[in-house]
T-cell receptor, first 115, second 117 residues
Framework: AQKITQTQPGMFVQEKEAVTLDCTYDTSDQSYGLFWYKQPSSGEMIFLIYQGSYDEQNATEGRYSLNFQKARKSANLVISASQLGDSAMYFCAMPRMDSSYKLIFGSGTRLLVRP | GAVVSQHPSRVICKSGTSVKIECRSLDFQATTMFWYRQFPKQSLMLMATSNEGSKATYEQGVEKDKFLINHASLTLSTLTVTSAHPEDSSFYIC?????????????FGPGTRLTVL
């Protein structure tokens, strides 16, 4: 069965430091991808970054980068130089095996950036 | 680009009334729109998927007569919660997918917080 797991319900990071949010997955699909979304307290879901399983280089978008390790089935989000505005819930997601245009989400990690 | 709006952002209604929520893709044509429900401190739960001009497909356990979805155009989908009850109180969030060469990234609206009294 397909599964996506975020084992850290909450994380703290000091402002300006880097933080890694964990995401592990289980799928029998040969080709898949991983998404990360940010959900501030306002509720909107903001797309951050995506990487396909066949992409050779780890994806980077500004201060966000994906540490994709296929052998370990992990796709961790790294946020560099944390800012107070990074405090939010973070969800990783991947396409469902039964319907690739639908997403399955992890349970989320709440990140709190300390000043 | 890839902006999705949702209206209203917040609604309070009496038990037994119906509530309509609109989801619009503002700067792209969405081949598919999705409706999610999110309970406090939980992840998103997909309710249904809608494609323009065809009937929505509902996830297991979601009552199609309770949650009516209409996808009238490539930029507009509506969710109507019929005969709302307090247990329908939740955060409803839509997303729209823009078909591209890679994965179909879903772009989300800001959500609607529904409170049924």
């Amino acid at each position: 069965a397909q599964k996506i797991t975020q084992t850290q319900p909450g994380m703290f990071v000091q402002e300006k430091e880097a933080v890694t949010l964990d995401c592990t997955y289980d799928t029998s699909d040969q080709s898949y991808g991983l998404f990360w979304y940010k959900q501030p307290s306002s509720g909107e879901m903001i797309f951050l970054i995506y990487q396909g399983s066949y992409d050779e280089q780890n994806a980077t978008e500004g201060r966000y980068s994906l540490n994709f390790q296929k052998a370990r089935k992990s796709a961790n989000l790294v946020i560099s130089a944390s800012q107070l505005g990074d405090s939010a819930m973070y969800f990783c997601a991947m396409p469902r095996m039964d319907s690739s245009y639908k997403l399955i989400f992890g349970s989320g990690t709440r990140l709190l950036v300390r000043p | 680009g890839a902006v999705v709006s949702q209206h209203p952002s917040r609604v309070i209604c009496k038990s037994g009334t119906s509530v309509k929520i609109e989801c619009r893709s503002l700067d792209f044509q969405a081949t598919t729109m999705f409706w999610y429900r999110q309970f406090p401190k939980q992840s998103l739960m997909l309710m249904a998927t809608s494609n323009e001009g065809s009937k929505a497909t509902y996830e297991q356990g979601v009552e199609k007569d309770k949650f009516l979805i209409n996808h009238a155009s490539l930029t507009l989908s509506t969710l109507t919660v019929t005969s709302a009850h307090p247990e329908d109180s939740s955060f409803y969030i839509c997303s729209a997918s823009q078909r591209g060469t890679g994965a179909d990234t879903q772009y989300f609206g800001p959500g609607t917080r529904l409170t049924v009294l």
